[in-house]
Nanobody
């Protein structure tokens, strides 16, 4: 059974940092790309960043480039999202997901999502 479990969310002031973790199980890490997505209240879920767990090739949406970094740890079967210089508009539930494909592309509407973790940025 494929499982994706997010952790690391919380409340932080603007300009602060958080690191989200996505612990994976139920498949061979490296077989499937993982993406981070977010959904703010009243808004659709959108992509934040995606990574191919086989070779580390990664993609970040323009709004987070230079602030967020997606990475992986093969030994821990975990994908991370390091978020720096957080802004109030980053407030959302963050989900990790897979599309059961080795490539991250397209980083858009993956098929299987974890339960999410709340990130709240105060001004």
């Amino acid at each position: 059974e494929v499982r994706l479990v997010e952790s690391g969310g919380g409340l932080v002031q603007a300009g602060g940092s958080l690191r989200l973790s996505c612990a994976t199980s139920g498949f061979t890490f490296g077989d499937y790309a993982i993406g981070w997505f977010r959904q703010a209240p009243g808004k659709p879920r959108t992509a934040v960043a995606c990574i191919s767990t086989s070779d580390g090739d990664a993609f970040h949406v323009d709004s987070v480039k230079g602030r967020f970094t997606i990475s992986k740890d093969n030994a821990k079967n975990t994908v991370y999202l390091q978020m720096n210089n957080l802004k109030p508009e980053d407030t959302a539930v963050y989900y990790c997901a897979t599309d059961f494909s080795s490539s991250w592309s397209p980083c858009y509407e993956y098929e299987f999502y974890g339960q999410g973790t709340q990130v709240t940025v105060s001004s």
